[in-house]
């Protein structure tokens, strides 16, 4: 069930501003997008929407984690995505009126900001640039999940995970990184198990190459080892 919206013009204005659709555009244009987004906070563990809801139009994230997935005949979670404050979902409703085709919930609490799909339309014939960004989004998942098919399909679970490692510290610009999702759902993510998730970690923490400091940080001792696997 969602949450109650509330109106607060500086999460709005912080919530569009970290879009690189809109972060291009004139203040006032700004401004008029700002008006148009209702913020709406969900708690940990909350359902978005589900496979074969109906669209309310683009989903920003202005705070927290979402993790995007499908499920499969057998009830398997395959993770999609997963969404960072400045990233949106739901583009695809603003093209076509099908229903979502996949699940969204919430990592960590959320802040999102809800553009409804007819305000978003009336956005992108006014603002061509817009479309153009939202294209430039689609073709770099597009990259990112093609180049994760092939990881899965020709690699071990040990490189996936010790480039995954290496990934999110380039990401994250440190040695110290953080794992933005429960073993669980990181396994899920990289077409694995749980347990060899955990086991390959220890393995790469016996051999010298990293430290676990918790169940969520790791840190890289030998970014090296990790890129040679």
């Known amino acids: 069930m969602s949450q109650q919206p509330h109106n607060n013009t500086t999460d709005h204005r912080m919530c569009v501003s970290l879009v690189p659709l809109f972060n291009h ?5 700004m401004k008029h997008i700002v008006e148009l987004a209702r913020s ?13 809801d109906r669209s309310e139009g683009l989903y920003i994230l202005h705070k927290g984690r979402i993790k995007i997935y499908r499920l499969s005949e057998n009830g398997k979670e395959q993770i999609v995505r997963i969404l960072e404050p400045g990233d949106f979902t739901g583009e695809l409703s603003l093209f076509d009126a099908k229903p979502h085709d996949a699940y969204a919930e919430t ?3 959320v802040e999102l900001c809800v553009i409804q799909r007819d305000q978003m339309q009336q ?23 093609e180049q994760r098919a092939a990881r899965i399909g020709m690699e071990s679970a040990e490189t996936r995970i010790a480039l995954y490692l290496v990934d999110l510290s380039e990401e994250q610009r440190q040695l110290i990184v953080e794992l933005p999702m429960s073993r669980k759902d990181l396994a899920s993510h990289l077409g694995t198990t749980p347990e060899t998730i955990s086991r390959k970690l220890s393995a790469f923490e016996e051999s ?3 430290r676990q400091s918790s169940m969520k940080a790791v840190e890289i001792l030998d970014l090296d080892a990790l890129l040679l696997l």
Do not use: C, V
Request: net charge negative.
């Open 25 to 29: 555009l004139e203040k006032d244009q």
């Open 40 to 52: 709406t906070p969900y708690p940990r563990g909350q359902i978005i929407y589900n496979e074969g």
């Open 107 to 109: 990592l960590e609490p």
């Open 123 to 145: 956005l992108l014939q006014e603002h061509p640039a817009i479309s153009l960004k939202m294209l430039e989004e689609f073709s770099s998942r597009l990259a990112r999940t």
């Open 208 to 210: 010298g190459w990293i």
